[in-house]
């Protein structure tokens, strides 16, 4: 179980290892907001309650603009893990086909790996596609690709409990990062429309 770390100012920073925060807590650099009541780290003289959700005590300054490399994971998050030729999601895929990443102007013809030029594409369509733009195979984007936000980037790939949530749709607003229930029983983020 992982806990949410939120600044001072109550902006969602990350998700630490439990550990991690009750020495946060100990230490008296942060505060626990929501706390697991049925479990607890005991220490030989004491008990603490299992925190959920902590709270910095002092602002933390954190960069706004940074530019995160493109990854199959945040790029299958950025795209709903969907094919963006076919609209398939990966759960209707089937057996041997799988999510694979496409340069919509291939890297043999002059593109590079930007967020701009790169897609989520299921096997089948990729194969389809090969060494040709889309319209040249035959096929049709569903929305132009675009780097994403700092929230998606952050948040799109976090699993994260309905308490958590709350307070990442607190600071961010439900347009900014709307929650879906996730695969794993935790919550995950989709792309918000753009």
């Known amino acids: 179980?992982?806990?949410l770390a939120l600044n001072a100012s109550y902006e969602p920073?990350?998700?630490v290892p439990s550990r991690r925060a009750i020495r946060l807590v100990l230490d008296r650099k942060a505060e626990i907001l929501e706390e697991d009541s049925l479990r607890a780290f005991r220490t030989v003289r004491a008990s603490h309650p299992f925190p959920l959700v902590i709270r910095l005590v002092?602002?933390?300054h954190v960069p706004r603009r940074f530019r995160r490399q493109v990854t199959n994971t945040f790029l299958f998050a950025r795209d709903g893990y969907?094919?963006?030729?076919?609209?398939?999601?990966?759960r209707e895929l089937r057996r041997?086909?799988?999510?694979?990443?496409?340069h919509v102007l291939p890297i043999s013809r002059g593109g590079g790996n930007s967020w701009e030029n790169v897609v989520t594409a299921c096997s089948t369509c990729n194969h389809r596609k090969g060494n040709h733009l889309p319209r040249e195979a035959g096929l049709r984007l569903s929305s132009r690709p675009v780097e994403p936000n700092h929230v998606q980037l952050v948040w799109a790939v976090r699993k994260v409990t309905p308490i958590q949530a709350k307070y990442i749709r607190m600071f961010f607003g439900d347009d900014a990062v709307p929650l879906v229930q996730?695969?794993?029983?935790?919550?995950e983020l989709h792309r918000t429309a753009q």
């Open 13 to 15: 920073l990350m998700i």
């Open 96 to 102: 041997r086909e799988f999510l694979t990443r496409d």
């Open 1 to 3: 179980m992982s806990c």
């Open 82 to 90: 969907a094919c963006q030729y076919c609209h398939r999601h990966k």
């Open 58 to 60: 002092r602002y933390v």
């Open 182 to 187: 996730g695969e794993a029983g935790g919550y």
